[in-house]
């Protein structure tokens, strides 16, 4: 199994060395960010497995930055932060975050909510179905009204994530890195080709993905 990423987003450097050499020795790999614009550089080179994310930051707000993130990706984020009031946890929460500590914490704790959403981003469905499609993860088939669509292993791949995130935009550079396990850097010929093969496979099943300039990918009903 691959080495976890994990994006650690927070200013004061004595919580940021003490969480990254915890999780270092778990076995993760971390990128860190001490303000939200090192956060959005880190984005640009790697899209992390999870985000430990504060809300208060030099140079604005985790929860703005969280909205913005959520447009295009799904990544399971976890608020860290030392506002500890109900209502800053439903914010937070309801806000797009996929989990809520507040400061201080144990280390331990902390370590248990990493893993714990790990575990849910990975809990992916024998079966997937979407109107008249439908998808055998465990196979790697997709059928539409029971006929095979004799997909490529990319090709499903792309049908998966987007089955999985139907409505959803998704950026092309998450679509290439969790398909083709690197950063696009810039060179999106092999997603665009893949994703027009996939449209003419697709086409009369109700669906349909379409492009919208500067929000991503969608997966919707035609």
């Known amino acids: 199994m691959s080495e976890k990423l994990i994006l650690l987003v927070e200013d004061n450097e004595k919580i940021m060395q003490g969480n990254e050499r915890m999780l270092r020795r778990r076995g993760y790999g971390v990128v860190k960010a001490l303000t939200l614009e090192e ?15 504060d809300i208060m930051l030099p140079d604005g707000s985790g929860l703005d930055f969280m909205a913005e993130l959520r447009r295009h990706s799904q990544v399971p984020i976890l608020l860290l932060t030392g506002l500890t009031t109900t209502e800053d946890v439903v914010r937070g929460l309801t806000a797009g975050g996929d989990d809520y500590l507040a400061k201080p914490y144990d280390f331990g704790v902390l370590l248990a909510r990493v893993e714990a959403l790990l575990r849910r ?3 992916i469905p024998e079966k997937l179905t ?26 499903f791949a792309l049908l998966l994530l987007f089955a999985q995130n139907a409505d959803r935009f998704i ?52």
């Open 39 to 53: 956060a959005r550089k880190a984005l640009e080179v790697r899209m992390p497995d999870l985000i430990v994310l």
């Open 121 to 123: 981003a990975e809990q």
């Open 130 to 155: 979407r109107d008249r499609l439908s998808l055998d993860v465990t196979a790697g088939v997709a059928m539409l009204d029971g006929a095979d669509l004799l997909l490529t292993q990319k090709e």
């Open 171 to 222: 950026s092309a550079e998450y679509l290439y890195e969790k398909v083709w396990k690197q950063p696009m850097t810039g060179d999106s010929n092999a997603l665009r080709s893949t994703l027009k093969r996939l449209r003419a496979k697709i086409e009369g099943s109700g669906y349909c993905i379409t492009l919208s300039k500067g929000e991503g990918y969608q997966f919707e009903r035609e």
